[in-house]
């Protein structure tokens, strides 16, 4: 069974940096692409970041570009997040997420099969 837990969330000024961890268990994860998402209260789930399954492709929401940063450590089974000159409006559950499709390189419209429990990001003004 697939499982993938998050951890590194916290409490941050504005300006600030966190960076998210995502270890993945239960199958072979450096054949699988890894994305992230956020979820503010009251707001629907949003794409942040997504990495192909080799590291050689990255794709960001519009919203995180150039602040974030979505990397892997295969030998590790981890995807991390590197989120920098954080904003309030950064403020959400951030959730990693894998497809049940392995060696995808195509990240735009991939879909997520499976989900972590979510690591919560609060940034302060």
């Known amino acids: 069974q697939v499982r993938l837990a998050e951890s590194g969330g916290g409490l941050v000024q504005a300006g600030g940096s966190l960076r998210l961890s995502c270890a993945a268990s239960?199958?072979?994860?450096?054949?699988?692409?890894m994305g992230w998402f956020r979820q503010a209260p009251g707001k629907e789930r949003e794409f942040v970041a997504a990495?192909?399954?080799?590291?050689?492709?990255?794709y960001y929401a519009d919203s995180v570009k150039g602040r974030f940063t979505i990397s892997r450590d295969n030998a590790k089974n981890t995807v991390y997040l590197q989120m920098n000159s954080l904003k309030p409006e950064d403020t959400a559950l951030y959730y990693c997420?894998?497809?049940?499709?392995?060696?995808?390189?195509?990240?735009?419209?991939?879909?997520?099969?499976?989900w972590g429990q979510g690591t919560q990001v609060t940034v302060s003004s």
């Open positions: 997420a894998a497809p049940n499709r392995a060696f995808q390189t195509v990240l735009i419209g991939l879909r997520y099969d499976y």
């Open positions: 239960g199958r072979a994860f450096s054949i699988y692409a």
């Open positions: 990495i192909s399954w080799n590291g050689g492709t990255t």
